[in-house]
């Protein structure tokens, strides 16, 4: 039976990955590596817990050790709006946090999961449908760390005959945990003031276009390529994912149709100039050509399901049909 490490699983996708995993490979194969304390409630207790601080080789190593892991999934990282304020722990998390999983994965033989961004792209790449392979110049330290994780676990499939696979995420909505520190994170905490009636400052121009994800979509690319046949893979790591994208402004519209009374007002900062590097969609056809992939969920549908479960998670009551 497969056994899993998930570093970083106190974040946003791991909070909603590590019972997903659990649902399929059983709730011992799972582990949900924490840092830096352990949570006192939630999903994640009712499987096993490690403490694991992916910046050290040996915090790592006892727990693969301990479990007798065989795939690690690193979800650790500073995202770019943090890294912009302390690109010094960025690189050491995200970069030097990849180079000891992979070197530790090359000594046991494990397979890899290990997520990229679109933060890759930087303000040269075409905006619109940019393709898998576009010019990239990122300009924040996260998005460096990405594209340079995505040519060294690449480089670590080829020369290594590892197999450590990852896509590029978008923006990730989610309804369980908040995401930390990044630039797309407006479109989470907006739900939140509009269930709770309170008015929204947006920290981006109203206009500024993202590509997105909602959560189930996340976690369906995750298993999807982890299960993918190995011979019809190229590109293992960095595959452009992405499900729809809108602007503030539209996302504001869309949940007005269900709490009329929102107010957002706008007042960028230094995240606008982040935002405004990124792409505005994303051609994701080779991931679809490489392993099948395919997004379930579309923005309207997003908008009505947080706004339930944002409702709920607060013990507010909200009408959405
Ligand atoms: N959601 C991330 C961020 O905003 C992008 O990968 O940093």
Redo the contacts with the bound molecule.
Sequence with gaps: MTRILVIGATGQVGTELVPFLRKIYGRDNVIAGYYPVKPEKGPLLEGPMEYVDVTKVESIESAIKKYNVDEVYNLAAI???TGEKNPQLAWQVNMVGLYNVLELAREYRLRVFWPS???VFGPTTPKIKTPQHAVIEPITM?GITKYAGELIARYYVYKYDLDVRGVR?P??ISSEAL?GG????YAVEIFYYAVEGKPYTCYLREDTELPMIYMPDALKSVVDLMKADKSKLKLFVGYNVAAFSFTPKQLEEEIRKYIPNLKVDYKPDFRQKIADSWPRSIDDSVAREEWGWKPDWTFEAMVKDMLVKIARKLGREIHVD
């Design positions: 995202l770019s709006a961004s679109i933060a996260y995420w923006g990730i995401p990044g630039t797309t994170d």
